[in-house]
């Protein structure tokens, strides 16, 4: 039982919180995409210094013992019991964490993105390294004030994707690994598609003006609730159900990579945007896990955005827009090059085939980091040696090699695993879609809020009220099994190489 | 004295206030140029309590005890005598306020500028006026708390510009209109001047690369501390010096509209951007009056920016990007149509002459609104009446009438009377800064950054260091007088049409 006071005490308290996080969602999103650099520093020190505040409400010790007695309450609602339940473990992880030390590892992660941008424009991982070492030296001191007897990156994976480690990763990336490495390898031996045409100048006034009259709306983004915007890593970032943010990137050189992109990071904004949002403002308005999160990004990408179907509906009003460029092209040209398998530099412009490897090597990394095998002064050198092995591309400089993500410089490590195992989710759900509804057909038919619908109702709109496998339980009617995933990549690119 | 705690309790809770503050001025940038409609009633709600934190803080009693004592002790040095009084002059004006009901009209102010864009959008004054109603109510009570025996709007014009009141205003527009409504009547009878080609059809898209690639350059407004958004009021916002952002409005059929806003924003920008750094996140990093800060837009649009020495640096590309419309115009005949006194509906657009009379109008109205004499009912009637008498010209419709100008949204009322008290500051400086500098040299051969950095001497970098009227006497040996300003404008105007 609690009081009447007590919660009030509560509602307050996470709508305070919700005030601060708006705040700094807005602040960040603003950094990303247009706020002058000169003026980053009484930015990121006053930004740091609000995330102090929010740091303090979300560990304020009376609360922490109130939501402690909240989410075992059986005479609360599941709704509030599992919001209480997460903010508690919330709080039990970073209770421990010195208020100061938080505050200045907050202004470092600012500063640190901003070296990242440097970095990568300069093409000098030099300039970012010393802030990465001080961003997993923060991580590894954080973490260690936690007590827990798992090791720093299981406790990384498992913040990302409750639930996960690195035995359960190691499994599902050997797995990965024996099945995909030898299908690229047959691939390689065979002719390769020809893309060529993909990478023609394609102007980016004239990809932004086809992304906002055509693919937008495609996708049902509308100005009320979401907008696009570009920055060099494209993100998706939210304030509430009725307000979220994407950005994207368009490269001249490749008239896929903003198209793609977009739809991914609109993937993102629709899951938020179908959040219920009798949640809005509380802890269970967002997507359970990166991987739930990824999976539904990943799946309007790959398994919606990548199709025939899809192209059927919107590729005549993109070869109109680029008559030169894509006039003697059929839809089933273009959607065959869309595909091709080439292993290279980028993980965001990787095919679907060759992308969970991109994973994997960001993966191996992160836990030779962690566990102490390797420094930031090897990163480079292992980093190029690991695409040598598993892609068999020689890495020419840092920009498009080791200083490619933004990821790090966020403090974010072991979020990239969640790409691999979104994937896998989101094999899994549409198999089960596909066979709930005609999505080609939507998809065709210019009724891609079809497919979405199905989505919210099946999975986005429990935002974080289950955690990952009950979604998965929930949407599919069966425990998550990555099998899907590795045999539809079998199945597809079999079929596509003729092998 | 003050003991070193005390002091170092001021400094933190200074760098609180500025970090709510630089939020809140993110947020509401955000709000006014990109943020998702449909998002607005999360984030207001949760803007208007932010508000009230920083209301909180700069109301705490303990600080306004030791800001009392802080004012006026002798140890301290000027700079830090003066912020203190700034602060606690502040708190003593809000303090009397209940912060619950300074929250809801925070939230309030916020929702109404939604309510003003629909209405000026539906073209229709009624969606407007139930929360001008309110705005007006709030602003009462709250005038009332502080137990003033001066005149609400006494208070308010003190508020925005201190020491001015009706009085003072009451005999500068006296003379306002009884030299330049003549003028004006005598102009009317005389040939107009042929500004037919400002109207031709010039696209957005040209006008804005023109003010990248030509305009902002020239007026040394650099990406580094300064971007340029859109939105339907052009605005100027900061969070230090090194971060200001202006936004502008291309109309299409008026291509001096852009320039000259652009002109008049950059200036605002410039003057923040100029402050002393030193004083970065406190009270006195900022122009310390409306009118100070309106003298410095105005002085860059009308007395550098309508000059034939302006345009000679910047025709010859202007007349580039529109050969067909601008292909047989002189710069002469170009700076002579930006400046034909032609009475207009919009104060935004008003040529220099006209405009003083734009604002009689909103002062005259805001004086009867707040001494009882009208009602929110009244003012387009009002409005239009007067449009009427001082211009001769009839209001088609309230979205360029009564709704044109986004001020009363945001509970702004005392502000206009700045602009031209602002404009009359300017020519006062102006005349010292013509015996200092050679302007239009420093015009005509693109050196802008010579009045700059006269401006940032002698003006800007004070910030909120002495008032307005010592700043005056500083920058020009001489008390405020504003008769610079109507005999520049006599002399200009009966020079312009031969009079």
Redesign the interface.
Known sequence: MISQEEQKKYNDWV??I???Q??LA??S??KMT??????GP??DA??A??SGEKFSLETDPEMFRLLARMKDDPDLDGDTRRAAFLNWQKAARTVCIPKDEFVASEELLNQAYDAWLRAKMADDYSIFRPYLEKIIENKKRFYGFRGSSASIYDQMLDDNEPGMNEAKYDAFFADVKARLIPLIQRISAVSPIDDSFLHRFYPAAQQKKFTNEHLLPYLRYT?????Q?ETEHPFTYW??E????TTTKYLENSVTSSLFSTIHEVGHATFEHNIDPKY??TILAEGVSAAMHESQSRLCENYLGRTTAFWEANFPALQKEFPEQLGGVTVQQFVRASNAAVPGLLRTEADELTYPLHIVIRYEIEKDLFDGRIGTEDLEQVWNEKYREYLGVEVPNSRDGILQDVHWSEGSFGYFPTYALGSAYAAQIVHKMRQDIDVDEALRSSRYDICMNWLKENVHHYGCRYDAPEIIRRATGEEFNWNYYLDDLEEKYTRLYQL
Not at 223 to 227: A, E, F, L
Request: charged share 20%.
């Open positions: 709508f305070q919700s005030a601060y708006m705040a807005l602040i999103i603003d247009v706020a002058p650099p000169a003026g009484y930015r006053r930004t210094w609000l100005p009320d609730w979401g907008y915007n304030t509430c009725d307000d979220c943010r809005d403002g």
